[in-house]
Every structure is written in structure tokens, then in C-alpha cells.
């Protein structure tokens, strides 16, 4: 055999060996391609299903939402009432308050006019007695008159 044979033989056993593993790595290849047709032919059926759970739980957060405002409509009326108690407490700490200061005025005013007189102790008591019952008279009419309205 001649030089050029020889060297025809060598690159078409180089070429058979390179076809060899050329075809392993195709086969491996088209292998990998079947797993992702598989897999590609599996998502249309669970995007479906996980359309539907979605749907489903959007279903349910919507009747979730409904029943707490179900719920918030009817507790309502009870913010309302704790609101209104509070205000009525705001007013009556209010008239306390006048009450105090008014009585405060009245002692201050009864205690100078007990000095000037030098009659401190029975005069006093008396006096303090006498405002507090007209005092309580006057409170005693006007929850009477409140009640009646």
C-alpha cells in the first residue's frame, strides 16, 4: 500500500471513531429531548389544575370576605353603643367636674364667712351639712327630669 492508502484508511477509521461517539452523544441528546416532550406534554394538564385550585381559592376568600363583613355589619351597632357610652361618661366626668368646682366655690366662700365670724367648728359642719342636702336635692331633680325625657 501506498502512502496515500494508508492515510485514507487512518482518517476513515478517525471518522468512524469520531460517528461512534457523535451518535452516543446524539442518542443521549434525542433521550433528553424525549424527557422534555414528556414534560412539556404533562404542563397543559397541571396548569389546569392549578387553575382550577387558584379559582377555587379565590372562591373561598371571596366568601371568607363576605362573612366578615357580615360580621362587621352586625357589630356595628355595638361600636356604636360603646361609643355613646363614652361620651355619656365624658359628660357626666364633665358636670363632676362643675359639681366639684362649683362646691369648692361654695366652701371657700362659707369658710371665709366663718373666719370673719370667728365660729369655726359648729358653724361650719352646719353649713357643709345644709349644702350638701340642698346639693343632692338639686342632683336627685335633675336625673328625675333626665329620665323623664
Avoid: C, H, W
Avoid at 366663718?114 to 336625673?143: F, H, I, S
Amino acid at each position: 500500500m501506498d502512502y496515500l492508502g494508508i492515510g485514507v484508511l487512518i482518517i476513515g477509521i478517525a471518522f468512524a471513531i469520531v460517528s461512534i461517539f457523535l451518535m452516543k452523544a446524539l442518542n443521549n441528546l434525542a433521550n433528553v429531548l424525549k424527557g422534555v416532550d414528556r414534560t412539556v406534554e404533562k404542563l397543559p394538564d397541571q396548569l389546569d389544575g392549578v387553575m382550577a385550585q387558584t379559582t377555587e381559592v379565590l372562591n373561598n376568600s371571596n366568601d371568607t370576605l363576605a362573612d366578615v363583613n357580615v360580621k362587621i355589619r352586625a357589630l356595628s351597632p355595638l361600636f356604636y353603643i360603646v361609643g355613646d357610652i363614652g361620651e355619656s361618661s365624658r359628660q357626666l366626668t364633665s358636670s363632676l367636674v362643675d359639681v366639684t368646682k362649683s362646691m369648692k366655690k361654695s366652701t371657700s366662700t362659707g369658710e371665709a364667712k366663718v373666719k370673719e365670724r370667728d365660729v369655726k367648728g359648729l358653724y361650719g359642719a352646719v353649713a357643709l351639712g345644709y349644702y350638701l342636702t340642698q346639693r343632692r336635692k338639686a342632683v336627685k331633680e335633675a336625673a328625675a327630669a333626665g329620665k323623664k325625657e
